[in-house]
């Protein structure tokens, strides 16, 4: 299931590993882990059926995949109010609450969705080394639930990426019937 263009590990050079520590490591690899896992569900999907909605489900396998790159993005943003949100435009049709059904203007293809992800991860990884133990500027409430560092949120991410992979597991054996 691994796609051969992005390295299951993240390569960090000899020196800064030591001041990284494991942990930030090991975050990194299971961030870019992650999305090896989405990125094959992805190309397992029939191209065809990217935008088919079917009974039970609330979006799209795009959607999924989109709301998967535009979460990672803004928090990443939130994290560091100077980095630019890649596909900025990409928010208002994947942000949380948004739907396929009233969607207007230029949708992302299947393959800017699928280089987006692709590319996504290694380019954050640069901007995330070394800086996961830091706190929050100001931390999330998800309920009972409170991300108070850096490295908390992107675990979040992490499980976030999860959850919706395994919705668009759901939607590929639903649109194969």
């Known amino acids: ?12 050079k000899k020196e800064n590993r030591e001041e990284m520590g ?5 975050i990194l690899n299971q961030m870019n882990f992650t999305r090896l896992y989405t990125l094959g569900l992805l190309k397992q999907s029939v191209d065809a059926e990217w935008d088919t909605q079917p ?19 803004y928090f990443v943003h939130l994290i560091d109010k100077e980095y630019e949100i890649v ?3 990409w928010i208002p049709l994947f942000v949380r609450g948004s739907s396929p059904a ?6 992302p293809s299947n393959e800017e969705v699928i280089y ?8 954050l990884t640069k901007v995330l080394a070394g800086r996961l133990e830091e706190p929050l500027e100001n931390p999330i ?13 992107i675990l979040f991410a992490i499980w976030h990426e999860g959850l919706h992979t395994g919705i668009i597991d759901g939607l590929n ?4 019937k």
């Open 1 to 12: 299931m691994a796609n051969k263009s992005l390295p299951l590990t993240v390569k960090i």
């Open 22 to 26: 494991m942990l930030t490591i090991e």
């Open 55 to 73: 009974t039970g489900f609330s979006n799209t396998i795009r959607w999924n995949a989109g709301h998967i790159y535009v979460t990672l993005e």
């Open 87 to 89: 596909h900025a435009e």
């Open 102 to 107: 009233i969607w207007e203007g230029n949708i």
């Open 116 to 123: 987006a992800l692709t590319e996504q991860t290694t380019r």
């Open 141 to 153: 409430d998800f309920g009972d639930y409170k991300v108070k560092t850096i490295g908390s949120l």
């Open 173 to 176: 054996h639903a649109t194969l």
